[in-house]
């Protein structure tokens, strides 16, 4: 799989890298890192990464503009996304010569000309660096090292999920070895805005946790507005509630359009994948997400998440 990976890498003069919508340190990570990476190697590439810009996640790295026109005769990798409909563009992606898809989701979407997902590594990040474990054509800088590292970091949550394996802290332990800051990675990683710290205060205190240990929150759009938080801002308030020691699951909705909701689905040990994919959503099974349009859906869904637990 690798080595056909590079033999398309070699064949195309334009390579564009994209990720999933919503981005975290592991999409933005992924995508600087492997950039940095090609650029390295063949100076002589045209190599784009292309999303919308997310302020908060500028210290990994931030987007270029491309036209749509860019894309044609072109090699599209597609990072950290499980499937198409989550890819951050236009559409403009479906002229590219190729796509490759590169994810550490469950492959319910093989969009790619070719698949290579791996779903027991902890985030894409750690499958980006095995490429430079198995080709001498592709090196390791501290740039693309620092990118790696946020990315496992972030969705790892600094090492705390259960998808952090023997692999996973070798693999943090070897680019640590190239000289990176670590301790400023996760400074970054951890530190929030006052809004958001207020935006927590207002969890703690409006929270439900039912008897079955499912904690959640609704934050609608008047609320929400209220904290004026930036771009990806909510995302830093997702781990909260999972810290609380009764809880066994728990979900963070919020409302940024009306009747547009945005759902976080996360566990400490039950799969909740099923869940997400039942509305239309996916992702891991301790941490998923979905878009749904109406309230009766959010309540079906807070039902069907508290009936895991029992």
Known sequence: MVDEILKYIERYDTIIILRHQNPDPDAIGSQIALSSMLQKTYPQKNIYVTGIDLPVLDW????????????????????????????????????????????????????????WVDDTSSSCAEMIYTLTEQTDMLNLSKRSAYCLYAGIVGDTVRFLNGETSY??????????????????????????????????????????????????IIIRKDTL????????????????????NNVNNWIVISEKELNKFRVNLRSKNVSINGVAEKFGGGGHPLASGVYVGSMEDIEALIKDMDRLNK
């Open 60 to 115: 990994i790295g931030k987007m270029q503009k491309i036209s749509p026109e860019t894309y044609q005769n072109a090699l599209v990798i597609a990072v950290d996304t499980a499937n198409a409909r989550r890819i951050d563009n236009d559409g403009s992606y479906k002229k590219a010569a190729k796509i490759i898809k590169i994810d550490h989701h469950p492959n319910v979407d093989p969009f790619g000309d070719i698949n």
């Open 167 to 216: 692999k996973t802290l070798m693999i943090a332990a070897n680019l640590a070895k190239t000289g990176i800051d670590i301790s400023e990675i996760a400074l970054h990683e951890d530190e929030m805005s006052l809004q958001v710290a207020r935006l927590e205060a207002y969890i703690l205190n409006n929270l439900k946790i039912t008897d079955s240990g499912l904690g959640y």
């Open 225 to 244: 507005e209220k904290f004026n938080l930036d771009d990806g801002e909510i995302d830093k308030v997702v781990p909260l509630i999972g810290r609380i």
